[in-house]
């Protein structure tokens, strides 16, 4: 993925392979917390523990970029608003509270954010099944659930919808019981490979890409307008 703006300051985002992040020259589950390695460990199958790590890896590696310093300097830590426990929910650095991060997983496909302002990330693969239906009128807007409906290709049109109000729940604007009730149909569906498209939604700056070499479609929102930047790999 290639650098598309250079605003200083603004909340940087990336996507990769797994195995591109877990072969970056900083990365190793030495960074991670016993928590997470706990985490880890309790995968049953070798690739879900991968997406996890690379995860929770790509996350320090772009806050670290932001902040210019080592990603192992850079504590992880999450806590869920529901039930107080520290084991899951949205994740934070301790040590900066200043800064706000994001991370997303899919199956060999992972994503992160981390910005002075607020931002949200996910991702997910264009090739899932069974998108539709019920999960479709409990999230979607009436209208949204009608072009969706309506288009060429509704899987993959609901998918755009997912992420963009995924990315609206990991930057605490939305829950799972309020997505019915936030219409984002003046957004379009159809987002091409190559260049993101940028979008406003609100007060809020959206970036909508389809990942081709991923096989992904991934959204991100901040407050402020999000600077791709590259995952740069080992050797």
Known sequence: MTTEAQEQGAPLVVVASADAVLRHPEAGEHLLTEIERGRAARFRQESGRTDFVAGHVLVRLCAA???G???AALVLAQECPDCGLADHGRPYLPDHPGVQVSLSHTRGVVAAGAGHQPVGVDVELAARGGS???VAR???APAELALVEAAAEPDRAFLRQW???ESLIKIGRATLDTLGRI???ALPLDVPPGAPLRSRFEDLHLLDWTAPEHGAAV???STARPRIVELVPAG
């Open 163 to 165: 992420v963009r109000k």
């Open 183 to 185: 219409d984002m149909s």
């Open 219 to 221: 959204a991100a929102v």
């Open 138 to 140: 409990r999230v979607l």
């Open 65 to 67: 970029r932001l902040l």
């Open 132 to 134: 539709l239906g019920a």
């Open 69 to 71: 310093v080592p990603a």
